[in-house]
């Protein structure tokens, strides 16, 4: 199937750990994106990859980090985990960059619900 | 400051009925605008995405409208459907210098549908 997908689907742990959420898309997409939403169910950026380069980083912690292995993923590290950062996070993906090109859409992943503890 | 508002937060409708929700927006300058419905559990998918040009597209039962001059948008639901049952959200896109664009998310109206 196409899509974009992401593991694991529930992540719970401890505060101070460190964890990684994976991401892959078999769309052919040229950049992949990584939100999370807060218990408000409010969708915020937090980074978007074009071709392994940073294009946005909405001034989130730098316990945050993607890193993009290859165009197909982008995955999410987190070090020092804090009680706030408990969200639901989606991986996302769109053909190119956020230009004004309207034709083009994102495609979500099902998410990644973290529970920090 | 960019901020995408909707109304109502929450709805309960019965089967069969229309309902519309509601998108306001401050962003500027506006680029375009897009409805998804996210299913508990799941990620957003796409259902309409407008430009300024653009006052009303439609995609199944779904018909969204747009008012660039009262930065104005509705999504209506036509003889809603269990399935329909979801959060609806309001992206707006706003360019940006360079290539590359800024989306400002609302925070959703839940919407439920009842047998």
């Known amino acids: 199937d196409t899509a974009v997908s992401q593991t694991p689907k529930y992540l719970v742990t401890q505060m101070g750990n460190d964890k990684s959420i994976k991401c892959e898309q078999n769309?052919?997409?040229?950049?992949m994106y990584w939100y999370k939403q807060d218990s408000k169910k409010f969708l915020k950026i937090m980074f978007s990859?074009?071709?392994?380069?940073?294009?946005i980083n909405e001034t989130v912690p730098n316990r945050f980090s993607p890193k993009s292995p290859d165009k197909a993923h982008l995955n999410l590290h987190i070090n020092s985990l804090e009680l706030g950062d408990s969200a639901v996070y989606f991986c996302?993906?769109?053909?190119?960059?956020?230009?004004?090109?309207?034709?083009?859409?994102?495609?979500f992943g099902s998410g990644t619900r973290l529970t920090v503890v | 400051k960019n901020q995408v508002e909707q109304s109502p937060q929450s709805l309960i409708i019965l089967e069969g009925k229309n309902c519309t929700l509601q998108?306001?927006?401050?962003?500027?300058?506006?680029?375009?605008l897009r409805w998804y419905k996210q299913d508990t559990g799941r990620g957003p998918v796409s259902l309409t995405i407008?430009?300024?040009?653009?006052n009303t597209k439609s995609n199944g039962r779904y018909t969204a409208t747009l008012d660039a001059d009262t930065k104005q948008s509705s999504l209506h639901i036509t003889a809603s459907q269990l399935s329909d049952s979801a959060s609806y959200i309001c992206?707006?896109?706003?360019?940006?210098?360079?290539?590359?664009?800024?989306?400002?998310f609302g925070t959703g109206t839940l919407l439920a549908v009842q047998p």
């Open positions: 998108c306001n927006y401050t962003v500027s300058p506006f680029s375009n």
């Open positions: 990859y074009n071709n392994k380069e940073l294009i």
């Open positions: 996302a993906s769109s053909p190119r960059k956020l230009a004004g090109d309207s034709n083009y859409g994102y495609t």
């Open positions: 407008m430009t300024f040009s653009e």
């Open positions: 769309l052919g997409h040229d950049t």
């Open positions: 992206v707006v896109s706003a360019m940006r210098g360079g290539a590359t664009n800024k989306l400002i």
